[in-house]
């Protein structure tokens, strides 16, 4: 018998399309080349792959941008390359999850390119239309999250469009009951192609206040902004959309949640509520924002990353709520170059966050290099980024006043190419990723940092990775454990314990270049530990320490033990 839960069991394994693996010297990865690389997620231990779009689009927003949610766009392949996928998928044991765009569709979807047709088209109230202001201009301060004006004139029926993002990715009206069907009807169409799961993009902003009132700056609770994140209907609409697919078809869901807060999420994903299976939040990736601001570096704060690891960890748990657990992802730089060491100690940073993150309740998610230690890569100069938002964000920091090369520097840093170059699997030509000339520079380090050198290095960072996807499959205590933090705000340390009643697990990690010396409270140690036998899981040092109350941790240490 299947669990109805055992994807809380599971690692979920990212694919950025683009850059996983050319087949046809294109030089964009393509669904034949995912189909090419099962065996090594197999091997990994992964038995759910999330795929970022595919679907036609004119890639302004690579692929967020969706031109036609049923049809596969030629850059990556054809249906029946989709097809195999799904059937070497199945061969394998394993399933996919697929990435919905729902809250916007590309301006060159049909449906698009008939409402801006005239005022009466069928299709005109898809989108969310507004009269000028009354003196004209924008119809309020609505600002885009890739910048400028989130507001689109159109010349033809003179009236403003919503695009919250790109000026090309105009937002659905999910106030229209028909397009809430035809959002039921595309995802039953690829249930029917026998995907297993779905990734809902940007799901909690679907949902506007109706009055589209000025942007006053004030901010919603989770520092979202308050007119059309976790709006008035969100729920209705997420539960509508779970009665009629998601909860019939027993799929695995995972809503991307901007700027909300740990009340919403735990609403959205308690399965009492029947709406979502699990839930991204990325307050802990806001870290090194300066006064919560993308674009203003400072240092991160790591005692800020603690508090709110750890305060998402105790509210879901008590919430009822599931978190989905990630510090990678494709917005996102790495967080190997973020946190740590990514020259020197390398290898044992990248081995620390995957521990620490991996000892955490929730379901853990893997985004495509991390498990090979891939650091941001080397950036020469602004032509060799892609990404629309950096591209717009080089010009408006200048025209704020910054000049070019500390802009350059702002974008090399928090730019979301970042972790869009190609995946490194060997020492050949463009790392193995294309014959082609690949779409965005491949890092210049993939001589030394590629999947190939990791798979015969038994000490290698995809070897711990492995082990970390097998730990959980065989612990329940990584599934249900009660989240403990021990380590009382140290300055380089993070430890904390997950507990349930015949177990205890502890997980230690130096987050830092020192030698440094930590030591468990009292009362946990007296209560939980003292005199009984603990066993090491994990860890990434020679040195293999035995659990004491007090220990010495060389740079970036990182250790799981379980005491039984
Ligand atoms: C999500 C995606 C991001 C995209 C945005 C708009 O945040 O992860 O890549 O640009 O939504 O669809």
Same mark, same amino acid.
């Given at each position: 018998?299947?669990?109805p839960?055992w ?10 399309p ?8 294109s030089?964009?990865?393509?669904i034949k080349?995912?189909?090419?690389k099962?065996?090594?997620l197999h091997?990994l231990g992964i038995d ?5 779009p ?13 031109? +036609? ?5 030629? =850059?990556?392949?054809?249906m ?6 799904m ?13 919905i ?5 590309s301006?060159?979807?049909?449906? !698009? ?6 005022k ?7 989108y969310?239309?507004?009269d000028p ?6 119809? @309020?301060?609505w600002?885009?999250? $890739? ?8 010349? =033809?029926?003179e009236?403003? $469009? ?8 105009a937002?659905?009206?999910?106030? &229209? ?12 169409f ?10 809902m +993009? ?20 989770? +520092?979202?902004r308050? $007119?059309?994140?976790?709006?008035p209907?969100v729920? =209705? !609409?997420?539960r ?7 909860g019939p ?17 735990i609403r959205?994903?308690?399965?009492? @509520?029947? /709406?979502?299976?699990m ?17 203003e ?11 709110l ?13 599931? &978190?989905?657990l ?6 996102? #730089?790495r ?6 060491d ?9 081995k620390l966050?995957a521990t ?11 985004y495509?290099?991390?498990e090979?230690?891939? #650091?941001n890569?080397?950036?020469n100069?602004i032509d060799? !980024?892609?990404?629309i938002?950096?591209? @717009?964000?080089?010009? %408006? ?8 090369d500390?802009?350059?520097?702002i ?6 190419? &970042?972790?869009?170059? #190609?995946?490194q699997?060997?020492?050949t030509? &463009? ?17 030394? %940092?590629n ?5 015969e ?7 711990h990775?492995k082990?970390?996807i097998a ?29 349930? /009643?015949?177990?205890?697990l502890i997980v ?5 270049d020192? /030698? ?6 009292? /009362? !946990?140690w007296?209560?939980?530990? @003292?005199?009984?036998?603990? =066993?090491l899981? %994990?860890?990434?040092?020679?040195h ?5 109350q007090s ?7 990182s250790y799981?033990?379980? %005491?039984?």
């Amino acid at each position: 018998m299947i669990e109805p839960d055992w994807w809380k069991k599971s690692t979920v394994y990212q694919v950025y399309p683009k850059s996983f693996k050319d087949t046809n010297g294109s030089g964009t990865g393509d669904i034949k080349g995912l189909t090419m690389k099962l065996d090594y997620l197999h091997d990994l231990g992964i038995d759910i792959v999330w795929l970022q779009p595919v679907y036609v689009s004119p890639q302004n927003d690579n692929g967020y941008d969706v031109a +036609d949610y049923c049809r596969i766009d030629p =850059e990556f392949g054809t249906m029946e390359d989709f097809d195999e996928l799904m059937l070497e998928l199945h061969k394998r044991e394993m399933v996919l999850m697929l990435d919905i765009v729902v809250n916007h569709s590309s301006t060159e979807h049909e449906w !698009f390119k008939q409402a801006r047709q005239s005022k009466d088209s069928p299709y005109r109230d898809y989108y969310i239309w507004k009269d000028p202001a009354p003196g004209g201009g924008v119809p @309020n301060n609505w600002q885009s999250k $890739f910048g400028g004006s989130a507001w689109q004139y159109d010349e =033809e029926t003179e009236q403003y $469009f919503l695009t919250l993002f790109d000026k090309t990715q105009a937002d659905l009206n999910w106030e &229209n009951e028909l397009v809430r069907k035809e959002v039921v009807e595309l995802l039953k169409f690829w249930a029917e192609k026998g995907v297993k799961g779905f990734r809902m +993009d940007v799901i909690n902003l679907i949902s506007k206040d109706l009055s589209f009132p000025e942007d006053d700056g004030s901010i919603a609770p989770g +520092d979202g902004r308050r $007119f059309y994140t976790d709006g008035p209907r969100v729920h =209705e !609409f997420i539960r509508e959309v779970y009665d009629q697919v998601w909860g019939p078809n027993h799929l695995i869901t995972v809503g991307e949640m901007s700027s909300t807060t740990l009340a919403q999420c735990i609403r959205y994903s308690n399965p009492e @509520n029947n /709406e979502l299976s699990m839930t991204f939040n990325f307050h802990h990736l806001k870290v090194d924002y300066l006064n919560g601001q993308k674009w203003e570096l400072m240092p991160y704060d790591f005692e800020e990353l603690k508090r709110l690891l750890s305060e998402w960890q105790v509210g879901m748990n008590e919430g009822g709520g599931w &978190n989905a657990l990630f510090l990678n992802n494709h917005d996102q #730089p790495r967080a190997l170059s973020r946190f740590t060491d990514d020259r020197k100690y390398r290898t044992e940073s990248a081995k620390l966050l995957a521990t620490t993150l991996h000892g955490l309740q929730g379901t853990p998610y893997v985004y495509q290099g991390e498990e090979i230690g891939m #650091p941001n890569p080397v950036w020469n100069n602004i032509d060799e !980024f892609r990404d629309i938002e950096s591209k @717009n964000m080089y010009r %408006i920091l200048q025209e704020q006043g910054k000049e070019p090369d500390e802009a350059l520097n702002i974008i090399r840093e928090r730019s979301r190419d &970042n972790s869009r170059t #190609p995946m490194q699997w060997d020492t050949t030509i &463009n790392a193995g990723f294309t014959t082609g000339t690949p779409w965005i520079k491949v890092d210049e380090r993939y001589r030394t %940092i590629n999947v190939h050198s990791q798979l015969e290095d038994a000490d290698s960072i995809y070897n711990h990775y492995k082990k970390l996807i097998a730990l959980r499959k065989e612990l329940v205590i990584l599934k249900d454990g009660m989240y403990v933090r021990l380590d009382e705000s140290h300055p380089q340390v993070y430890t904390y314990a997950r507990i349930n /009643e015949q177990e205890t697990l502890i997980v230690m990690s130096n987050f830092s270049d020192q /030698e440094v010396s930590f030591s468990i409270p009292d /009362e !946990f140690w007296n209560e939980r530990m @003292n005199e009984q036998v603990s =066993e090491l899981l %994990i860890s990434n040092t020679l040195h293999v320490p035995e659990l004491a109350q007090s220990t010495s941790l060389s740079p970036y240490a990182s250790y799981m033990w379980i %005491i039984k």
